[in-house]
């Protein structure tokens, strides 16, 4: 694990010689940076890699987190915090009184419904389609 977080460190610092790099931190860690403010880096430099998501896919359970990698055709239902990766379509819904968290990356596509109360902010790359339906009181920030 320590030498896959090391190389994940080393693209996202993009620096030549990463010896410097400890890799302590752990999976959970690297998925709250990606949920915090880190989103936008994330979208504006295609990072990780998909190659990299891929390879943290293959070692990790990243469903547990609200990770899906090239997970194909899947429903969500009142997920806080989800991150869509590669070839994933999902068809999300959010509605509980509650703040959620979408984002989309490398290719990945969602059709979200926010209604009840739901708040529902999503950010995604350029490369994503996100389609977007508001019910009742549901909204998008």
Same mark, same amino acid.
Request: proline fraction near 1%; charge should be negative; hydrophobic fraction near 35%.
């Given at each position: 694990?320590?030498?896959?977080?090391?190389?994940?460190?080393?693209?996202?610092?993009?620096?030549?010689?990463?010896?410097?790099?400890?890799?302590?931190?752990?999976?959970?860690?690297?998925?709250?940076?990606?949920?915090?403010?880190?989103?936008?880096?994330?979208?504006?430099?295609?990072?990780?890699?998909?190659?990299?998501?891929?390879?943290?896919?293959?070692?990790?359970?990243?469903?547990? /987190?609200?990770?899906?990698?090239?997970? @194909? +055709?899947?429903?969500?239902?009142?997920?806080?915090?989800? &991150?869509? #990766?590669?070839?994933?379509?999902?068809?999300?819904?959010?509605?509980?009184?509650?703040? /959620?968290?979408?984002?989309?990356?490398? @290719? +990945?596509?969602?059709?979200?419904?926010?209604?009840?109360? &739901?708040? #529902?902010?999503?950010?995604?790359?350029?490369?994503?389609?996100?389609?977007?339906?508001?019910?009742?009181?549901?909204?998008?920030?």
């Amino acid at each position: 694990m320590k030498n896959l977080i090391k190389k994940l460190l080393c693209e996202y610092h993009s620096a030549p010689n990463c010896d410097g790099i400890q890799g302590s931190e752990t999976v959970k860690e690297l998925i709250d940076f990606l949920f915090s403010d880190g989103f936008g880096y994330c979208i504006e430099r295609h990072f990780p890699s998909i190659g990299l998501w891929r390879e943290f896919n293959e070692k990790f359970d990243l469903r547990q /987190y609200g990770v899906y990698v090239d997970a @194909g +055709a899947i429903s969500l239902h009142n997920g806080k915090k989800i &991150a869509l #990766v590669g070839d994933t379509q999902a068809n999300v819904r959010c509605d509980e009184i509650e703040v /959620y968290r979408i984002i989309a990356l490398h @290719g +990945a596509t969602a059709d979200v419904t926010a209604e009840g109360s &739901a708040m #529902v902010c999503i950010r995604h790359g350029e490369d994503c389609s996100v389609s977007k339906t508001k019910k009742d009181r549901g909204k998008f920030l």
